[in-house]
């Protein structure tokens, strides 16, 4: 078990961690991708996660052989997203630690999404205020799983990268911290989000 003396910042992804918001995500992909004819499973998107909007956007309509503007298609995406914005929950183990944290440990958010839409499911689920820093996708020109975006969290925290804990729900942002060398908690050990649709 992790103890605050022990680290010198606490570093959570956005979607999946902190709030339950990946059905709202898949919906909205669907949103763009079956207008298309293009398949795209939620084991598929899920191996995805932690990837700005954008690049898969650009990945999946590349391997269906099809142009699309991208900039449209992903806000398209995101649109749909924050029409669902209302239905989303917190992942409360994760808010717990927030909260309990807050005042005691430097924290930021690290998300492959954008800025604006990160801090509104932060306001969302009630936590706006409690991060010092957002590196979000905007702010980095290398993503998950390099592990830019949670080094420049550490760097404007003034933190240590290997006394930072990394509180993650994708492969690839584990894989994101472990280049960091950073240590890491796996959301997934205990939550899973509800699938849109039934195997």
């Known amino acids: 078990m992790w103890h605050f003396q022990d680290h010198d910042a606490l570093l959570f992804d956005c979607d999946g961690t902190l709030a339950d918001t990946m059905p709202a995500h898949y919906r909205a992909w ?3 991708t079956e207008p298309h004819g293009i398949a795209f499973d939620e084991d598929r998107f899920y191996s995805l996660g932690g990837r ?3 690049d898969i956007v650009a990945t999946l309509f590349a391997e269906a052989g ?10 398209v995406k995101e649109q749909s997203f924050l029409a669902q914005l209302d239905r989303i929950l917190p992942i409360d183990p994760v808010v717990d630690v927030v909260r309990r944290s807050r005042g ?15 801090r509104r499911i932060l306001a969302r689920v009630g936590i706006a205020d409690y991060f010092h ?4 996708s905007e702010d980095t020109s290398r993503h998950k799983p390099d592990p830019d975006p949670f ?10 990268p290997e006394r930072c804990v990394v509180w993650e729900d994708s ?6 911290a472990r280049r960091a060398g ?8 205990f939550h899973t989000p509800a699938r849109v649709k039934t195997p």
């Open 66 to 75: 099809l142009a699309i503007d991208v900039d449209h298609a992903a806000g």
């Open 133 to 136: 820093t957002i590196v979000a």
């Open 52 to 54: 700005p909007t954008r």
């Open 182 to 189: 950073m240590h890491w908690i796996d959301v997934r050990s």
């Open 151 to 160: 080094l420049e969290a550490a760097r404007r925290l003034g933190a240590r």
């Open 171 to 176: 492969g690839l942002g584990i894989e994101a």
């Open 30 to 32: 669907l949103e763009v």
């Open 104 to 118: 005691r440990v430097p924290m930021a958010v690290v998300t492959g999404g954008y800025q604006d839409v990160c």
